[in-house]
């Protein structure tokens, strides 16, 4: 079946501007997470959305950062005024519950922001 | 607040010669251990974790690991190194129990 999908694959933009990155999940999976890769601070939680609940944000790196879950389902990380240092790869992972020791992340192929 | 450490951000082998990758975790408490792995211009993908039912867990592909709490080690092993197993591989912790904390990662050579 598909798996995480996730939209641009690569996004170069100037300093200053604001991006959107978009994560489809898979179909069913309740929990959905935002992480990022970047070669100073390795692999890093954003956020994590289940269900009806409040998103848990605590790995949001500043106000720059928001994200969104839409019906349950497709989300998106919304980056403001980006800045040199958001170059890094956006991961989004879903789940079929929020418990990790239960339910298995299955991770997209990520997103690659380069700010310029 | 529990984290892992990764010992050695490089490890490299011959095919058919055994792997070890080295995991140490801090924790006041049980640990909720995973080993993932990601290949090049792949997604990540869980190989295994560990749910306290066993200290041996055996994962995907031939890999395994042993907890073992005096150690406060998480290793993880496979007997014979195959060249498709060169990638990077992440030990991780999951306080909470719901967002996954990684490691720095350890990247896998194998020659032939």
């Known amino acids: 079946g598909a798996g995480v999908s996730q939209s641009p694959s690569n996004k170069v933009t100037e300093k200053g501007k604001d991006v959107e990155l978009r994560c489809d999940p898979i179909?069913?999976?309740?929990?959905l997470y935002w992480y990022r890769q970047s070669l100073g601070q390795g692999l890093e939680f954003l956020i994590y959305?289940?269900?009806?609940?409040?998103?848990?944000k605590s790995g949001l790196p500043s106000d720059r950062f928001s994200a969104e879950r839409t019906g349950g389902s497709v989300s998106t990380l919304t980056i403001q005024r980006t800045q040199q240092e958001d170059s890094a790869v956006y991961l989004c992972?879903?789940?079929?519950?929020?418990?990790?020791?239960?339910?298995?992340?299955?991770f997209g192929p990520g997103t690659r922001l380069t700010v310029t | 607040a529990q984290s892992v450490t990764q010992l050695d951000s490089h490890v490299s082998v011959s095919e058919g010669t055994p792997v070890l990758l080295r995991c140490n975790y801090s924790?006041?408490?049980?640990?909720?251990l995973f080993w993932y792995v990601q290949h090049p211009n792949k997604g990540l993908q869980l190989l295994l974790k560990?749910?306290?039912?066993?200290?041996l867990v055996k994962g995907i592909n031939g890999f395994e690991a042993e907890f073992k709490k005096s150690e406060t080690s998480f290793h993880l092993t496979k007997p014979s190194a195959h060249m498709s197993d060169a990638a990077e591989y992440f030990c991780?912790?999951?306080?909470?129990?719901?967002?996954?904390?990684f490691g720095t990662g350890t990247r896998l050579l194998v020659s032939p």
């Open positions: 992972a879903s789940s079929l519950g929020g418990q990790a020791l239960t339910y298995e992340q299955y």
């Open positions: 179909s069913g999976h309740t929990a």
């Open positions: 959305f289940q269900g009806n609940s409040a998103p848990d």
């Open positions: 924790s006041s408490y049980s640990p909720s």
């Open positions: 560990y749910t306290s039912a066993a200290t």
């Open positions: 991780v912790v999951t306080p909470g129990f719901q967002k996954l904390v």
